[in-house]
């Protein structure tokens, strides 16, 4: 996705585990991503509105300008009264209500930022996108229950921090 001016916020119409679905060939079958770019964080309360049974989960790309404290309680009023989950770029928001996130560690970020420098220096980096190899679950249980979720079991067993 192409950013000229605003922020976008992803709207996730249907997300599903296609690869355990019997019949189902490919994503593009179960994901419907509706991508909407606010001009600012004044925007946000209306499209939110606007998209009222039109969205299955929201899911919070991070940028400075939708990145508040006054959005995230918007966010997580609007998955918890709407019951559908809300999934954040970090563990921090999921602390603060948002339903899951899949990040990395900032400790993680640097290490690969410190492998990157390595490789450039030595002359053998290769112009490749570096991304830290380890991610982070995080999984707000009360969250999630808020949103109409009920989190499998073996799923909280393999998240990296279960918020009660």
Not at 74 to 90: C, H, Q, V
Not at 121 to 136: M, N, R
């Amino acid at each position: 996705m192409r950013q000229t001016s605003g922020e976008w916020i992803q709207i996730t119409c249907l997300i599903g585990f296609f690869l355990a679905a019997p019949g189902i060939a490919s994503a593009q079958e179960v994901i419907d991503i509706l991508s909407e770019r606010l001009n600012g964080p004044g925007d946000l309360p209306d499209r939110l509105r606007n998209l009222f049974r039109k969205a299955d989960a929201i899911w919070l790309l991070p940028g400075p300008v939708l990145v508040s404290a006054q959005n995230l309680s918007i966010l997580k009023e609007y998955s918890w009264s709407n019951r559908i989950p809300f999934y954040a770029p970090t563990a921090g928001f999921v602390q603060q209500g948002a339903t899951a996130s899949v990040s990395s560690r900032f400790r993680e970020v640097g290490r690969a930022a410190g492998l990157a420098a390595q490789e450039v220096l030595s002359g053998e980096w290769t112009l490749e996108t570096i991304y830290s190899e380890k991610a982070e679950v995080t999984i707000n249980v009360k969250a999630a229950e808020k949103a109409g979720l009920e989190i499998p079991k073996g799923a909280l067993q393999r998240a990296d921090k279960v918020l009660p």
